[in-house]
Structure formats: C-alpha cells, structure tokens
C-alpha cells in the first residue's frame, strides 16, 4: 500500500506491513489520540530488536578486540577505585566506556541517542495500542512499577476491540482517556 493509500496515523492499520510500520512510527511522533493496530505496534517493535541486535554486533566486535589485545586492560585511575569504595558508580562507568574500542563507544552512543530520540514515539505508539485494544493509554504507566512491564506486554498483545468499526466513538474516548 502507498503513502497516500494509509489511514492517518491514529487511525488502525490492520493490514500494515513490515516497512510501513517504520514511516508510521516516526510520523506518529506525538500522536496520542485514536490507535494503534497490532501490526503496526508489533512489526515496529520487531524493526527495534533488529536494529539493536545490529548495534549490538557492532559493539561486542569492539569489545571481542578489547578482551584479545595481549596487552591487557589499561590501569584504573585512582578515582575509580576510591568510587568503588564508596559506591559512586559514574567513575567507574566512565572508566568502562573509555577503555572501549572507538567503535564500541560509537555503537553504545549511537545507540542511547536512538533510545532518547525514540522514548516518546514509543510512548505514543503504546498508548495508541492501548486504544485500540480497548484500554486507557494511562496504562503504560504500569511499566514504572516491577514487573508492570508484563502486564503491559499482555495488553499490547490483545486483539482490536474495534476491528473494521467506525472511529467517531474512538476519538471521543480517546479524548477523555489519555
């Protein structure tokens, strides 16, 4: 399906596919109201483990040559081991990633600089998930809680309550929840 031939985001695309999904994702950047479907939610989280599944190759290839240099690990600074007597731990975390190969330091930036760019699309790609499986996107907030991430998880995966029905009565309920 083209482009022009997709609902608006916000409104469910049950026959989304695997590479519309990606373009949907990122123009639904801050569209909270109406839903999601599962294809979309789904085909989207799959392009996530892949490209971080590729980051993360990036980064072990960097780390396999970190651990095989004959020469060993570089000597820890003084401050780091002081930290580790007093449990501060961002010493030590800069220490880790300063000995990391270039390219492992570039794979693990680039990657928290996805995940910061890509935290609120997801939100609202949830909370739309949640709208279309009938729940309230206020949901997603049970992720903040242990284990909540698995209750959200068996509601992300619910079928469409709304499957092939008008959307008048989805964006009003959008409206008042969430």
């Known amino acids: 399906m083209t482009l022009s031939a997709q609902p608006p985001i916000g409104t469910p695309w049950h026959e989304a596919n ?32 892949l490209i971080a599944f590729a980051i993360n190759i990036v980064f072990l290839i960097g780390a396999v040559a970190l651990f095989t240099d004959p020469t060993g690990f570089p000597e820890a600074p003084p401050d780091v081991d002081q930290a580790l007597e007093t449990f501060n731990p961002v010493p030590v975390w800069g220490y880790l990633f300063s000995i990391l190969p270039p390219v492992s330091q570039i794979a693990v930036g680039g990657f928290a600089l996805l995940a910061l760019v890509a935290v609120l699309p997801w939100l609202t790609v949830s909370v739309r998930r949640l709208h279309d499986a009938g729940w309230s996107g206020w949901w ?36 008042r929840s969430f």
Request: proline share 4%; hydrophobic share 55%.
């Open 18 to 49: 695997f590479v519309a999904s990606f373009g949907r994702f990122w123009r639904g950047y801050v569209t909270f109201r109406g839903g999601a479907s599962r294809a979309e939610f789904w085909f989207w989280t799959l392009w996530w483990v």
């Open 140 to 175: 997603v907030l049970l992720v903040l809680v242990p284990f909540g991430y698995v209750a959200v998880g068996v509601l992300l995966a619910l079928p469409s309550s709304r499957h092939g029905l008008p959307l008048t009565n989805l964006t009003e309920q959008s409206n």
